[in-house]
């Protein structure tokens, strides 16, 4: 059955080539259409620096590999994981994350193996998995060639598409038309499916909710000789100071990226951030990133540069029950979107494509695939999308109450104060209690369903636990040594003088 389907898939990211691997191991010929160039020859810093990738607007913003796709990549493609490594990616196992106050409690556990990350950046991710799907015999990939439409037609009360309109911008803005069996797009947040099936009397319905934040990044190469800081210390390198997030990434061959997260409402330091010399001279303030940026231990690579327009985004393809769109699969970001600070999209972008590849290898029919798709998405991918929903809108709220000089966890009812209480008591077990931090760290690597860690009757008890020392004591967990918000602006006012 499979054998003979032909599948044209848009976008040679990382959703899009984990959905070509995943078809492909399927028995789907897949033919992949991709915009921009392919990577440059040559290492990982040449992908870094050189490679033009105009069709993903977050490449060279840090990225985290968790738990989830580093466990699918290791079930189905541990050849590929070679290469990473040998192209100098690390793996960081979960007994490794876990802080040496907590190593006397720790004793391994089933399940344990599935946390563990892969430190490397974005350009060597997709470097090494262009290069790996382009050796495979029943996977081609087509560059510089823009998908400016498509053909449909109507099946009953569907819409079915029956072609992509290629446009080759090199040869001339040739046109031609290309039909397949299947269509899939991995064209991520910059999808124009959507609008062209709307035109075409499809009923697309979307969600959107914008996170109303924007971040900048800066990479840097420890110097040569210097050693990694400590990840484990008092100041931890990723964070929270109250009205502005930070976080250091780690990537390979010495080089890692760190940002600044603020509300958009956050104009001075927003301002701010986008001087280099200023972006450092706020993160110097910042006790957990003085060991890595300091300029005896690492030289900036870039400078800063920031990405907006950060919005959760779910799209639905059946209205009542009944698909809007026959052979037509949407994975990754193109379907469902959150928040790149928490740093999940990759990891629903490989599940999302073997949930696509077990659908179309166990059903032919095409509403009962369209039925089926949509039921696991909602099923498995769901669940992570509402999780980041909540947490965008808490830090919505949060930022709100520090603009206004309030405090950010001040509760205006019962209700808020025990969810604001539960938080600080989960925080600080979390800290201090290896049963706390493992089911913590099954949510944050997406192994398990976002909480379903406090399921576990023990976990409750210890949070509650927690409950009863306060929320002053247990808060503290929670916000990162630093200064307050007008001490920052005062010391920015102060450089410029």
């Given amino acids: 059955m499979s054998a003979q389907q032909r599948v044209a898939l848009v976008g040679a990211g990382i959703a899009g080539m984990c959905s070509a691997l995943a078809l492909s191991r399927k028995g789907f010929s897949v033919d992949v259409f991709e915009r921009d160039i392919p990577p440059p020859d040559g290492g990982a810093d040449r992908a870094f620096f050189d490679w033009n990738r105009r069709g993903a607007a977050q490449f ?84 510089t060639t823009y998908v400016t439409g498509i053909q449909t037609e109507q099946r009953n009360d569907q819409v079915a598409i029956t072609g992509l309109e290629l446009t080759d911008r090199i040869a001339g ?93 956050e104009t001075e330091l927003r301002e701010a951030v986008k001087d280099e010399d200023r972006f450092d001279a706020i993160c110097m303030q910042i006790p957990g990133l003085v060991p890595w940026i300091s300029k005896d231990r690492a030289e900036p690579t870039t400078p800063s540069f920031g990405i907006g327009e950060i919005h959760a985004v779910w799209r639905s393809f059946i209205k009542d029950d ?97 969810g604001f209480a539960f938080g600080d008591a989960l925080a600080a077990a979390a800290r201090y209690e290896i049963h706390v931090f493992r089911g913590l760290m099954r949510t944050v690597n997406l192994v398990e369903k976002p909480g379903a860690f406090l399921e576990d009757s023990k976990i409750r008890r210890t949070v509650f636990r927690y409950m009863l020392k306060g929320r002053k004591k247990n808060g503290q967990a929670r916000v990162q040594r630093g200064p307050n918000r007008q001490e920052m602006l005062a010391s920015l006012l102060s450089d410029q003088e």
């Fill in 60 to 143: 060279r913003h840090p990225h985290a590999f968790l738990g989830l796709m580093c466990s699918l990549l290791e079930e189905h493609y541990p050849d590929l994981l070679d290469d990473f490594f040998a192209a100098g990616a690390r793996k960081v196992s979960f007994d490794q994350m876990v802080p040496p106050h907590l190593q006397d409690q720790y004793r391994p556990e089933a399940g344990d193996e599935k946390m563990w990350v892969l430190m490397c950046r974005r350009a060597t991710m997709e470097t090494i998995f262009r290069r790996y799907v382009e050796k495979q015999d029943n996977i081609r990939i087509v560059n």
């Fill in 173 to 265: 803005n040739q046109k031609s038309i290309f039909q397949a069996d299947i269509y899939v797009d991995a064209t991520g947040r910059a999808s124009k499916f959507g609008q062209w099936l709307t035109a075409a009397g499809a009923v697309i319905e979307e969600e959107r909710e914008d996170a109303e934040i924007v971040y900048y990044t800066r990479h840097y190469q420890l110097k040569p000789g210097v050693d990694e800081p400590d990840r484990h210390k008092e100041d931890p390198s990723a964070g929270d100071v109250g009205y502005m997030k930070y976080g250091v990434f780690p990537g390979d061959s010495g080089h890692f990226a760190l940002i600044i997260c603020l509300p958009n409402a």
């Fill in 322 to 418: 009944q698909p809007q769109v026959l052979n037509f699969f949407a994975v990754g970001d193109a379907s469902a979107r959150t928040n790149p600070l928490y740093g999940r999209g990759c990891s629903t972008g490989i599940l999302h494509a073997h949930i696509l590849a077990d659908t179309l290898s166990t059903r032919t029919d095409p509403i009962a695939r369209a039925v089926e798709f949509q039921k696991q998405t909602v099923e498995q991918i769901r669940p992570i999308y509402d999780a980041s929903l909540r947490e965008d809108k808490n830090g919505i709220r949060r930022a709100d109450v520090v603009m206004k000089g309030g405090e950010r966890d001040r509760a205006g009812s019962l209700k808020k104060w025990f």
